[in-house]
């Protein structure tokens, strides 16, 4: 399944929680740059009219990012596109692996208008995203992809969702769980340097109180930018809860080797659909922090 094949309502919120993560990550990053800017001017910038401005404009720009921030909340908008774009996954692949609850009915039309009434309720609980979704991806709520695979015999779809679903959360979550922690490391790493040095040059300048060029206060502000940035990603838990869920997906693929009829299969689904649910969850109780 592309991106396109999945209903409008996921390409939107999906392409609105991308962007404005962007916003939010590439407002903090210079934030922080600012910062450090800032300490290595007050530290070693000529005492003139020039290096003056050029470092109240530093401030200032740092205040107006602040406020920025502050106003515009696009970490909510982005937890809460990322939670609206998984629930709308979530229900597509119930769906197109006739899984409850839109097993088969009498007619197909029964279960559209269920899936159409469930992806609209998603959207009435989530008003607050409307001015952030995309007008051209407001064409289809069922696509032709999910139909052509609802349509498929019950080994078929087992194997796909096996291949398709499973396989590919599993290895996304593991690639994921290892890409966190290593820049945990990384920043981790940057943080504990940083304040090595800035203890390590306070002693140099306590044993030589006349020279005043040891970059303590840089060092500082460096050591706490690293820490925010780690704060801002959440490097450390994501890793953990990537890493808990890519093992629980492997346990869970076992699974499938007792699904022998619709019932079965929706079950199987169902537990799984939960196990990939728990991350999106815990975006719906980030967006409201």
Not at 27 to 38: M, P, S
Not at 136 to 150: A, D, G, H, L, V
Request: glycine share 2%; net charge positive.
């Amino acid at each position: 399944m592309e991106a396109e094949d999945y209903p409008s309502l996921y390409q939107s919120a999906n392409n609105a929680s991308v962007s404005t993560q962007k916003l939010y990550t590439t407002a903090i990053r210079f934030y922080l740059i600012l910062l450090i800017l800032g300490a290595v001017f007050s530290k070693y910038a000529p005492k003139d009219v020039f290096w003056s401005i050029v470092s109240a404009i530093v401030l200032i720009t740092t205040l107006a990012l602040s406020i920025y921030q502050a106003f515009k909340r696009y970490d909510k908008i982005w937890y809460n596109g990322r939670a609206v774009a998984e629930s709308v996954k979530t229900r597509t692949w119930r769906f197109i692996m006739r899984a409850e609850p839109y097993e088969n009915a009498d007619t197909i039309d029964i279960v559209k208008k269920r899936f159409i009434s469930d992806t609209n309720e998603i959207l009435k609980e989530n008003k607050e995203l409307g001015s952030y979704l995309d007008d051209e991806c407001s064409s289809n709520c069922i696509t032709e992809k999910m139909f052509k695979i609802r349509a498929m015999d019950l080994v078929d779809r087992i194997d796909y969702y096996r291949t398709k679903r499973i396989d590919n959360q599993r290895l996304w979550y593991a690639t994921k769980a290892k890409w966190n922690k290593r820049q945990s490391l990384i920043l981790f790493c940057v943080m504990v340097g940083a304040n090595f040095l800035a203890i390590i040059f306070v002693i140099l300048q306590v044993a030589s109180p006349k020279n005043n060029y040891f970059p303590v206060e840089p060092l500082i502000v460096v050591a706490g930018s690293a820490l925010t940035w780690m704060q801002v990603k959440r490097f450390q838990d994501l890793s953990t809860s990537y890493n808990l869920t890519a093992h629980e997906i492997t346990i869970i693929r076992q699974n499938s080797d007792f699904v022998k009829d619709e019932l079965s299969l929706s079950d199987f689904v169902k537990d799984s659909e939960n196990a990939f649910s728990r991350e999106h969850t815990q975006w719906v109780a980030r967006k409201d922090k």
